[in-house]
Nanobody, 125 residues
Framework: QEQLMESGGGSVQAGGSLKLSCAVF?????????MAWYRQAPGKEREFVSS???????TYTDSVQGRFTISLANGDRTLYLEMNNLNTDDTAVYYC??????????????????WGQGTQVTVSS
């Protein structure tokens, strides 16, 4: 069974840093289409934050470019999101996601079909 489990959320002051982790179970990155981080702030829709595709190319939404870094480690069993210079607009529940399609059926973008339960990030001024 494919499962994703986030950790590392918490409360931090503006300008601080956090590193989110996503433990990957039953999902083999090497023959799939990619993984991503999304977030959902109170009263807002879930939005894309960052993705890493099957070529290990990273993409970021404009608001986090230069501050956040997505990476894979531990034999592709852990997806990270390192977040620096956080601001109050970064407050949200952060979700780890995976594209369930197999290589050969990948779209132009990483399309999440598998989701974690989310981890809260709160940035105070």
């Amino acid at each position: 069974q494919e499962q994703l489990m986030e950790s590392g959320g918490g409360s931090v002051q503006a300008g601080g840093s956090l590193k989110l982790s996503c433990a990957v179970f039953g999902y083999t990155f090497s023959n799939r289409c990619g993984m991503a981080w999304y977030r959902q702030a109170p009263g807002k829709e879930r939005e894309f934050v960052s993705s890493i595709d099957r070529f290990r190319s990273a993409t970021y939404t404009d608001s986090v470019q230069g501050r956040f870094t997505i990476s894979l480690a531990n034999g592709d069993r852990t997806l990270y999101l390192e977040m620096n210079n956080l601001n109050t607009d970064d407050t949200a529940v952060y979700y780890c996601a995976a594209d369930g399609n197999y290589d050969g059926r990948c779209g132009r973008k990483v399309t999440p079909t598998i989701w974690g339960q989310g981890t809260q990030v709160t940035v105070s001024s």
